[in-house]
């Protein structure tokens, strides 16, 4: 394997690690258990498509995908949502409690 693919945006020749990816994710094309875990490249037609870093890095930032909701907001939301349920039912016993 001594002709590396060059990146398929800029033409430019991959980086080694970026070829070493590509290789090994076409290898595991069968395995997509395994490839699942490992996938960093993006994918044409379920095919890992040869990019540079710098292209992929590009390809990453561009919003071509409908935005993912923010884990880390919706879980503070939801755990405020909690809390506030709990603080509130904890008001109303302590505060139906007292009165009887
Ligand atoms: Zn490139």
Do not use: H, W, Y
């Not at 595991?28 to 040869?50: D, E, M, S, W, Y």
């Not at 949502?81 to 139906?96: D, H, I, N, R």
């Amino acid at each position: 394997m001594t002709d590396l693919c060059p990146c398929v945006c800029c033409n430019n020749p991959l980086e080694p690690a970026q070829q070493f990816r590509f290789l090994v994710e076409t290898d595991n094309l069968g395995n997509p258990a395994f490839l699942a875990r490992i996938r960093t490249l993006p994918t044409r037609n379920g095919k890992p498509v040869p990019v540079c870093k710098a292209c992929q890095t590009r390809i990453e930032s561009t919003p071509a995908k409908p935005a993912r909701p923010q884990p880390t907001q919706a879980l503070t939301s939801s755990l405020l949502g909690v809390f506030g349920a709990l603080s509130l039912g904890l008001l109303l016993g302590s505060f139906l409690t007292s009165r009887s």
